[in-house]
């Protein structure tokens, strides 16, 4: 099981990295429910979002993590899945 857990400053940063996406991770932390779609991620970003976590950390994510609509819910799957190792 990974103790890591994914913070809104790391999303950030892979969101300028994976779809050229500049936000401040206070603001998105901030407006947490704001739709990625709003922010300027659309689903190819997240992709490569979740692609560059999955081999970062060595281990699949959930299909789901793909599909989550805003940055809150798209860290709370990512983080329970990496503290239940599902």
Do not use: H, W
């Amino acid at each position: 099981m990974i103790t890591t857990e994914v913070t809104f400053d790391e999303l950030a940063t892979l969101m300028k990295q994976a779809a050229g996406v500049t936000v401040d991770p206070r603001e998105l932390e901030r407006t947490s429910d704001t739709p990625f779609s709003v922010i300027g991620l659309d689903s190819l970003g997240l992709l490569g979002i979740v692609g560059e976590l999955e081999n970062r950390y060595s281990r699949s994510l959930p299909t789901d993590a793909e599909r989550c609509k805003t940055p809150a819910e798209f860290i709370d799957l990512v983080n329970n899945s990496f503290r239940t190792g599902v």
